[in-house]
């Protein structure tokens, strides 16, 4: 069964414009992610991010897709498996560890990649969870210290939203 989500991510000033007890950072970055299940099991990953700086950003499935508290309150990497962090060519990571997108000079990155663990169905799926590009490059677990291996040290988040499932429309 062919199965469709989609993620639009903002920054958190454009989505909480009332006054929190956060702070407010203001990125400007913007991005839209499609995700497409195959029959293969795959699932075909493609966007773009706009407002970025030039250079490698991580790319990561959060637990939770409660944005009530923006980047506060969507958790973890999605990691249901219980492993350290990777890249999303690694043997061990996260389900929700999708490496690095990399921005050109005009602060815009696009791509598309395959993954083999993300799922748009059962008990695994990415679906009513948040995605997140981060401010800093993903060291894939490879840093040498601890937080490597639980966030990639990539710092704080820019722009998130939650996926939600989508229409399947004929090519």
């Given at each position: 069964?062919?199965?469709?989500?989609?993620?639009?991510?903002?920054?958190?000033?454009?989505?909480?414009?009332?006054p929190?007890?956060?702070?407010d950072?203001?990125?400007?970055?913007n991005?839209?992610?499609?995700?497409?299940?195959?029959?293969n099991?795959?699932v075909?990953?493609?966007?773009?991010?706009?407002?970025?700086?030039?250079g490698?950003h991580?790319?990561?499935?959060?637990?939770?897709?409660?944005?009530?508290?923006?980047?506060?309150?969507?958790?973890?990497?999605?990691?249901?498996?219980?492993?350290f962090?990777?890249g999303?060519h690694?043997k061990?990571?996260?389900v929700?560890?999708l490496?690095?997108?990399?921005?050109?000079?005009?602060?815009?990155a696009?791509?598309?990649?395959?993954d083999h663990?993300?799922?748009?169905?059962?008990?695994e799926?990415?679906?009513?969870?948040?995605?997140v590009i981060?401010?800093?490059?993903?060291?894939l677990?490879?840093?040498?210290n601890?937080?490597?291996?639980i966030?990639?040290?990539?710092?704080?988040?820019?722009?998130?939203?939650?996926?939600?499932?989508?229409?399947?429309t004929?090519?």
């Amino acid at each position: 069964m062919e199965i469709k989500a989609v993620c639009i991510l903002k920054d958190q000033h454009d989505m909480y414009p009332y006054p929190h007890d956060l702070p407010d950072p203001v990125s400007g970055v913007n991005g839209i992610v499609v995700f497409e299940s195959h029959a293969n099991g795959q699932v075909l990953i493609k966007g773009s991010f706009t407002g970025l700086t030039r250079g490698k950003h991580g790319l990561h499935v959060c637990t939770f897709g409660n944005l009530f508290n923006g980047y506060h309150s969507i958790g973890p990497h999605f990691n249901p498996r219980k492993k350290f962090h990777g890249g999303q060519h690694d043997k061990e990571r996260h389900v929700g560890d999708l490496g690095n997108v990399e921005a050109n000079e005009e602060g815009v990155a696009e791509f598309q990649i395959e993954d083999h663990l993300i799922s748009l169905s059962g008990t695994e799926s990415v679906i009513g969870r948040a995605m997140v590009i981060q401010a800093e490059e993903d060291d894939l677990g490879k840093g040498e210290n601890e937080e490597s291996l639980i966030t990639g040290n990539a710092a704080t988040g820019l722009a998130w939203g939650v996926i939600g499932i989508a229409e399947i429309t004929a090519s």
